[in-house]
C-alpha cells in the first residue's frame, strides 16, 4: 500500500529541502538513515547557505538514495565515487558547498582510496558517512567496518578482518574536523552538520546507524528500538579523546563526540599560494585574481551569517508559537484530505503517530522517533549515563 504523502509537502518543516513527492521513502523501518537526513536537513535549514550553491554526492548503497530526496542539486553516482566526483564538482567551481552522504562500503570499501586521499589533499568537503557495518543495499556483506565476530552474509561465522576505525583512518590521513555520533543523537549530528559546513576543509562525520534488516537481523540484535537502547546505553562521550581510541568491538562501548576540528590550508588555497609566488599580482584561477575572489568570499560569508540569524529568528519564532509544524500538518491533512484519507493517512506521516499502531494505549511503548527526541533533547553526557530502562519497549523477537 502507497501513502499518499504529497499532500502534506506545504506543511512538513522539511519541504524545500527534502523531495516530499518522492515520499515515503525505500528505507526500512528503524533503519538509521532516515532520521540522518532530517538531522542533515535541519543543519541546511540552519546554516544560511544558499541552497543554490549546495550539491549533495552520494554514491551506491541504502545510503546512497540520500542524493535522490534531496531539494538540491544532487549526484547519485557510482559505487565508492562519491568523492572524486565531490571534488570535481568543487574544482570546477569552488564557490560551491559540497557534501558526500554515502555508505561506509561504499566510503571506505570500494571508495576507500578516495577517501584516504582528499582528506590528504584537504578538499574542502563535508563527508558524512552512514556506517551500519554492512552492505545494507546488497544483502548485507562484511565491510572494512564490520566489528570482529559480527555475522554477515559472507562471514557465517562471524567477522575474522581487523575493521577500520574511521575517525582514526580521517584523522591519520589529514581530516581537518571529525565527529563521530549515532543516528540516535539527532542534535549532536545537526550541531556537527552544521559547525563542518561552517568550516574549511576536509571534514569527516561518522553516524553509526542500524541497518535493521540485515546487520540487527542476522546477528539477533532485535530491532531498531532496541538498537536506540544499546546506543543510549553504550556510547561514551569523549570530545578531543584520541580518535586511537575510537575502536569500536562487537557490542562494546561506542565512543562519540567530536574528535578533531583544526585548521590548515585547502587544497585549493595551497594552490593559490603557489601560484601567486610564481605570477604575482596577476595570478589568477577561474578568470579571477586572488584579491577579487577573496572580496566574493567575504560577501558571501556575510550573506550566509545574515540568512543564518533570519533562520535562527524563525526557529525561535515557530518554538514560541508551540508545535507549529504539527499544526500546520493537521491542518492541511483537514483541508486537502478527503474524509477517509484525512483519517489514515496522519497516522503514517505525522511525528506523532509514528509506530504507534497497536502499542498507542502503552504509554512505556515509545517510538524510536520519541525516544531519539527525548534523549537528543538532553545534553549527550547525561543521556549516556542515564539510560531510562523503561524508556523503549521490549520487542519479542521474531
Ligand atoms: C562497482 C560496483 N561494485 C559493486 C556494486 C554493488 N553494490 C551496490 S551497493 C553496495 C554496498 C553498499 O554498502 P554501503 O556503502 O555500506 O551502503 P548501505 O547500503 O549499507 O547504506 C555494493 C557492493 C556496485 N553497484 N558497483
Ligand atoms: S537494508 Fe538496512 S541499510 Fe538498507 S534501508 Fe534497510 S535497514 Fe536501512
Ligand atoms: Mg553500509
Known sequence: MTTNIGKFKDASPMSGILRMERMPHIWCPGCGIGSEVNSFAEAIKRSGIDPKKLVV?????????????????????THGRAIPVATGIKLANPELTVVVFSGEGDLTGIGGNHLIHAARRNMDLVVICN????????????????PGGAIASTTPYGNHEYPFSLPFLADAAGATYVARWTSMHARNL???????????????????????????????????????????????????????????NYQGKIVIGKFV?????????????????????????????????????????????????AALAEEA????????PK???????????????AKKVPAKVAPKKVGAGSTAKKPAAKSAAKVAAKVAAKPVKKAAKKAPAKAVAKKTRK
Open 190 to 248: 545537526t550541531q556537527s552538520i552544521e559547525e563542518a559546513l561552517s568550516k574549511k576543509g576536509f571534514s569527516f562525520i561518522e553516524v553509526i546507524s542500524p541497518c535493521t534488516t540485515l546487520y540487527l537481523r542476522r546477528n539477533r540484535l532485535g530491532d531498531g528500538v532496541d538498537m536506540l537502547q544499546f546506543y543510549q546505553e553504550n556510547t561514551v562521550l569523549k570530545h578531543g579523546c584520541d580518535t586511537r581510541e575510537t575502536a569500536i
Open 327 to 341: 499544526a500546520a500538518v493537521k491542518k492541511a491533512a483537514a483541508k486537502k484530505a478527503p474524509a477517509k484519507a
Open 261 to 309: 576540528d583544526k585548521n590548515k590550508p585547502t587544497y585549493l588555497e595551497a594552490l593559490d599560494k603557489v601560484g601567486a609566488k610564481l605570477v604575482g599580482d596577476d595570478y589568477q584561477l577561474y578568470g579571477k585574481t586572488l584579491p577579487e575572489r577573496e572580496a566574493e568570499a567575504k560577501a558571501e560569508k556575510e550573506r550566509v551569517a545574515a540568512r543564518r540569524t
Open 317 to 324: 519564532t515557530a518554538a514560541e508559537k508551540g508545535s507549529a
Open 57 to 77: 554526492v552520494s554514491g551506491i548503497g541504502c545510503t546512497g538514495r540520500v542524493a535522490g530526496y534531496v531539494n538540491f542539486d544532487s549526484i547519485h553516482t
Open 131 to 146: 556506517n551500519n557495518f554492512t552492505y545494507g543495499m546488497t544483502g548485507g556483506q562484511v565491510t572494512p567496518t564490520t
